[in-house]
Every structure is written in structure tokens, then in C-alpha cells.
Nanobody
Framework: QVQLVESGGGLVQAGGSLRLSCAAS????????MDWYRQAPGRQGVLVATITSGGSANYADSVKGRFTISRDNAKNMVYLQMNSLKPEDTAVYSC???????????????WGQGTQVTVSS
């Protein structure tokens, strides 16, 4: 199995910053894309940012210019630097990874449990 564990969430005032981390562990042969999703109360989850194994990143329009996704392939880690936070960024943030456990496996998306980010006004 592949486990993803997020950390770094918390309570911050509007305009502040947080850095989320996500560690992938377990039986991992390779990881392709890694992503950050968020889900606010009563709303559907949305893709916030994605990064390929080569480092190409894409962002939701709502976070462009404020959030930066990065990864450390050697450590199987993905990060989300969040600056200029707004109350509407309040949500549970979850990381995902498209991974293979062996050379012969098909790609499977694995999810972390999520970490709460709360931005006060």
C-alpha cells in the first residue's frame, strides 16, 4: 500500500502564510503527478494545484499568484506554500499521488487524510 500523510495545517489570520507538507511512504515504485485538493464545508472538493514528476505545475485560478506547489522526488514529498491567505481558503486540504507499487502495476491515485486550514478575517 501507499500512505500519504499531510502536515502543516492550522489557524492563521487573513494575509498570513502556511506551508503544507505531504509525505508518501510504503511500497512505491514510482510517482507521477502529485496534487493538492481542498474541500470547504458543504462544498465539493476542488483541485488546487498539481505538479508532474518533472516539476511542471498548474493551479486553480483562485490561488494563482498566491500558492506554490513543489516536490522532492527523492523524498516522495509534495509541498504547498500558501501566501496571502483569505478566509475563503478555509478548507480541509488533502494531497494525492498517482503511483505504482511495482513496475507492473497500473497507476493508482492515493489520498491522504487531509489537514485543516482555517483563515480568520
Amino acid at each position: 500500500q501507499v500512505q500519504l500523510v499531510e502536515s502543516g495545517g492550522g489557524l492563521v489570520q487573513a494575509g498570513g502564510s502556511l506551508r503544507l507538507s505531504c509525505a508518501a511512504s510504503g511500497s512505491i515504485f514510482s510517482i507521477n503527478a502529485m496534487d493538492w485538493y481542498r474541500q470547504a464545508p458543504g462544498r465539493q472538493g476542488v483541485l488546487v494545484a498539481t505538479i508532474t514528476s518533472g516539476g511542471s505545475a498548474n493551479y486553480a485560478d483562485s490561488v494563482k499568484g498566491r500558492f506554490t506547489i513543489s516536490r522532492d522526488n527523492a523524498k516522495n514529498m509534495v509541498y504547498l506554500q500558501m501566501n496571502s491567505l483569505k478566509p475563503e481558503d478555509t478548507a480541509v486540504y488533502s494531497c494525492t499521488a498517482e503511483a505504482k507499487r511495482t513496475r507492473w502495476d497500473s497507476l493508482t491515485r492515493y489520498w491522504g487524510q487531509g489537514t485543516q486550514v482555517t483563515v480568520s478575517s
